[in-house]
């Protein structure tokens, strides 16, 4: 709220040869998902934090999670249009990683919901980088969760595998950011 405003403005003021940046975790803004995976805040409370952020002059870098339940294809590039559109600083994309004990873990055995396969993985990021704009920074492609709590998907665990298939994925389609924004 207010309090951490004042708190980082301080910050900026107070060292102003220091980088400073904010990392909001956004994941979707679909509000059924976000309550599913147990957000804490509507969509509401991002932009205004964006906002907020934006008038001070700190830049702000996005986590979106890829693949979370019941999301489409669509869904997941709506979030990524939204956030083109807000001109974020930069975005975190992620995999959906189901680890053992949580609830998505339950649910993905209860066959609630499926996983993303490494090509549309990759096709997707491929789709995210054409509609974010240029001057947007990627700081994550991929991620890879604790091999030993990974449930699904098993394919994330080989992150060598993930790298080299997005950059020959990439190449091969001619790829690039801002392609289609």
């Avoid at 055995?109 to 499926?114: D, K």
């Avoid at 490494?118 to 991929?142: A, M």
Wanted: proline fraction near 4%.
């Amino acid at each position: 709220g207010a309090d951490v405003l004042s708190l980082l403005r301080e910050l900026k003021a107070s060292y102003p040869d220091k980088f400073l940046w904010v990392e909001l975790g956004l994941q979707t803004i679909k509000e059924e998902t976000a309550l599913l995976i147990r957000r804490g805040y509507p969509l509401s409370c991002f932009k205004q934090a964006l906002v907020s952020l934006k008038e001070l002059g700190i830049p702000v870098i996005v986590h979106v999670i890829l693949g979370l339940p019941g999301e489409t294809r669509e869904d997941m590039l709506e979030t990524i249009r939204y956030l083109a559109g807000l001109k974020i600083d930069g975005i975190k994309l992620q995999l959906l990683h189901v680890l053992k004990g949580t609830d998505l873990d339950r649910l993905y055995r209860q066959s609630a919901f499926q996983v993303l396969e490494l090509s549309q993985y990759l096709e997707l990021v491929g789709d995210c980088l054409k509609l974010l704009p240029p001057e947007t920074v990627i700081h994550r492609l991929t991620g890879d969760g604790p091999r030993s709590l990974l449930t699904a998907p098993l394919w994330s665990g080989n992150k060598r595998l993930v790298l080299n298939s997005m950059a020959r994925y990439l190449k091969e389609n001619k790829i690039y950011q801002g392609q289609e924004y």
